[in-house]
């Protein structure tokens, strides 16, 4: 059979046609953990990675589910090298002081969270509550003016090296996301409480998550926050305990990476 150069053109024409239609039935989960696999086993501890590696059917569906579950920057990355613009404000931002209903308490009467982490954690309290504990706010929102202004301040009282490990730069504070909250007396000695107890072993199952578990400094760049806990949805707390030991930074790397290697490849 013989092309003509105009056959071949208007053959060309039509392949790029179908192309540009199907841009994405070429792009599997596979192409795109190629691209995270390196970062991922130089990153992660072995046990991690291994299980990961060797069981990626599965991996691949239930990080499907998280990221199809993904609501209002649940999962955005946000710390020391992934910083929140200066203009960032979560969406419908309430005061907890205005809902009528709450099973938790307020140290505070100017507690700001995001709607969308707070009846999760009015489930959370009423579930704890009926074990007989009590959960009490210390903090929840800030904007970046105000964690400027905070971190300004320890500088100023235990000078900038020593502060980086308990508090975050503007910009770095997942407190600016809204759906973060911080819990009793705010100290170590948290833990020790019934409800510091408590939240350790129960929040996940309502979607909440430790950010900075204990001895895990070298990896969040922060020290131990035994009251610190952060809103990522149920599924995604499945998903971390299941694939990356329950530890919340190394699940929200690896979703950072795996978004931005997707959309390269689209």
């Not at 795109?32 to 970062?39: D, G, L, M, Q, R």
């Not at 959960?135 to 090296?161: C, D, E, H, P, W």
């Not at 730069?169 to 809204?178: D, I, K, R």
Request: hydrophobic content about 40%; some cysteine; aromatic content about 18%.
């Amino acid at each position: 059979m013989y092309f003509t150069p105009k056959k071949i053109f208007s053959l060309f024409l039509f392949f790029a046609f179908m192309v540009s239609i199907y841009p994405n039935d070429k792009i599997s989960d596979e192409d795109i953990y190629k691209k995270v696999y390196t970062y991922i086993s130089k990153r992660f501890p072995k046990q991690i990675f291994n299980k990961i590696n060797n069981n990626r059917e599965i991996f691949f569906k239930d990080l499907n589910v998280v990221l199809k579950n993904e609501k209002e920057d649940e999962l955005i990355l946000v710390d020391k090298l992934n910083f929140l613009d200066k203009s960032y404000e979560p969406k419908n931002i309430i005061l907890l002081y205005d809902v009528k209903d709450r099973k938790y308490l307020l140290e505070r009467y100017d507690i700001y969270l995001a709607k969308i982490a707070e009846r999760p954690l009015q489930k959370m309290a009423e579930a704890a509550k009926k074990e007989g504990i009590e959960i009490m706010l210390s903090s929840g929102y800030r904007s970046y003016t105000y964690q400027a202004n905070l971190f300004s301040k320890y500088v100023n009282l235990y000078g900038k090296k020593d502060v980086q490990l308990f508090s975050a730069p503007p910009g770095a504070s997942q407190h600016q996301l809204g759906t973060v909250i911080d819990l009793g007396s705010i100290d170590d000695s948290y833990a020790d409480t019934a409800e510091g107890k408590w939240m350790f072993k129960n929040a996940w199952k309502y979607g909440w998550s430790l950010s900075y578990p204990k001895d895990m400094e070298h990896i969040t760049g922060y020290k131990w926050e035994s009251w610190h806990y952060r809103y990522l949805g149920v599924e995604a707390c499945k998903f971390q305990k299941e694939w990356f030991g329950d530890i919340q930074q190394y699940m929200l790397e690896f979703i950072d990476l795996w978004k931005k290697e997707k959309a390269k490849l689209n």
